[in-house]
């Protein structure tokens, strides 16, 4: 069974900094792909951030480019999203993911089966 569980996320004013943390379980190594979507409320859920788990080249939103960066720790099998310069449009529910396929960051829920975690908050105040 694939665990991914979430930590971090939090609230900021506008130019300030988060990290969120990703840990997965080992059932996850069967997944391709591992990435970051995002919820704002009334909004469709978006990518982020998405890399190919055993290269590490990493896709990044336009929106997010040159802010945010997605590392990961192998020995942990734990993903982290550091996110800076942070601006209210933000502000969303981040989710952390993996599936298999295009490690894309185009959310396709009908052609991918996505594993996700629980989701935190993410508030970025002006």
């Known amino acids: 069974q694939v665990e991914l569980v979430e930590s971090g996320g939090g609230s900021v004013q506008a130019g300030g900094s988060l990290r969120l943390s990703c840990a997965a379980s080992?059932?996850?190594?069967?997944?391709?792909?591992m990435g970051w979507f995002r919820q704002a409320p009334g909004q469709e859920r978006e990518g982020v951030a998405a890399t190919y788990r055993h290269e590490g080249n990493t896709v990044y939103a336009a929106s997010v480019k040159g802010r945010f960066t997605m590392s990961q720790d192998n020995a942990e099998n734990t993903r982290y999203l550091e996110m800076t310069s942070l601006k209210p449009e933000d502000t969303a529910v981040y989710y952390c993911?993996?599936?298999?396929?295009?490690?894309?960051?185009?959310?396709?829920?009908?052609?991918?089966?996505?594993?996700w975690g629980q989701g935190v908050q993410v508030t970025v105040s002006s």
């Open positions: 080992s059932d996850t190594y069967s997944s391709e792909c």
């Open positions: 993911a993996a599936w298999t396929g295009l490690c894309s960051i185009d959310y396709s829920p009908a052609r991918i089966h996505y594993y």
